[in-house]
């Protein structure tokens, strides 16, 4: 089957440090909606937790996933179904599972919905749990992703989930992927030739400050301002590398590695092969933005 693209006071601190900008910091503070009071947030943990180069993933709980699966769209938008999604929706929701994941998968949702969904999540508690995963299907542009009848910023879902709004959440990782173009330009590739314990310390719990923004992954299936590929019936390109990196290294390899070698396989293993001949032989890369703090081992519940 055809390959598809996606389409359619100053802050100074008594150290001196001072925000690389002009002006004084802004009263909101982070990025996007429900943006914090900048102050970051407080957190309880103990000393060797929190200089552990390692998220502590001993909780009784894996943690909470909701994958959005949108494949079909209100005439209004201009946006046509998307087919293979549903198979994504599958990949996603089998290694999530398998990996301790409580995964709920919402279909169709609008804006509003979508919105919902989220703001709900983040209110639950979160307290017994390692951390926390999203996935979004559907269409996209940059900051944007579409619910069914519309688009809404990227932001917008993942605000409640910041340290200050959703405190049982705060110091753990929050964890995104994201499959949905992010504008309009193809890739076409260049070719490029090969030569041939436990101790004192765990007791002492005091209260640390961090950033309000700290603690997220978010994986997108593609660079700004390039449109991603789904194959009609195997599914998106970066789904189905994330599903078979994960399967076979989740239990012993961390995050960012696992997600280098996804970055990897679409890069080296996927090309277009189109009905239009514009469309062919293009190319994708991935893009990991990721403000973790420490490494992400999903080690196995018991």
Request: glycine share 10%; proline share 3%; with cysteine.
């Amino acid at each position: 089957m055809d390959d598809q693209m996606e389409t359619n006071d100053n802050a100074v601190n008594s150290t001196g440090d001072a925000p690389d900008a002009s002006g004084q910091a802004g009263a909101t503070g982070g990025t996007g909606s429900g943006g914090s009071s900048g102050g970051g947030v407080p957190v309880t943990m103990s000393a060797s937790q929190f200089t552990a180069e390692c998220y502590d993933f001993n909780h009784n709980e894996r943690g909470r996933a909701i994958i959005f699966n949108n494949k079909k769209f209100d005439s209004s938008t201009n946006m046509g179904e998307r087919t293979g999604t549903d198979k994504d929706a599958e990949t996603l929701y089998m290694i999530l599972t398998e990996m301790g994941f409580d995964v709920v998968v919402k279909h169709d949702c609008t804006m509003k919905e979508m919105e919902v969904s989220m703001n709900k999540m983040a209110r639950e508690d979160h307290s017994d749990e390692d951390c926390f995963a999203c996935a979004i299907l559907s269409h996209g542009e940059e900051g944007y992703v579409y619910g069914k009848d519309g688009p809404i910023q990227v932001d917008r879902l993942v605000a409640p989930f910041k340290g200050h709004r959703c405190r049982t959440l705060a110091g753990k990782p929050k964890i995104f992927f994201i499959q949905a173009c992010r504008g309009t330009q193809l890739d076409d590739g260049v070719e490029v030739t090969d030569s041939k314990g436990m101790g004192p310390e765990d007791m002492e719990v005091e209260i640390r400050r961090i950033p309000t923004e700290a603690d997220f992954l978010m994986a997108y299936s593609v660079v700004p301002g390039y449109f991603a590929w789904r194959n009609s019936t195997r599914g998106s390109w970066f789904v189905q590398a994330l599903g078979e990196v994960f399967r076979e290294n989740w239990k012993r390899m961390d995050l960012l590695s696992m997600m280098t070698r996804v970055s990897r396989k679409v890069a080296y293993d996927f090309e277009s092969n189109a009905s239009k001949e514009f469309m062919n032989r293009k190319k994708q890369i991935p893009c990991v933005t990721s403000m973790l703090t420490k490494d992400v081992y999903f080690t196995p519940k018991k």
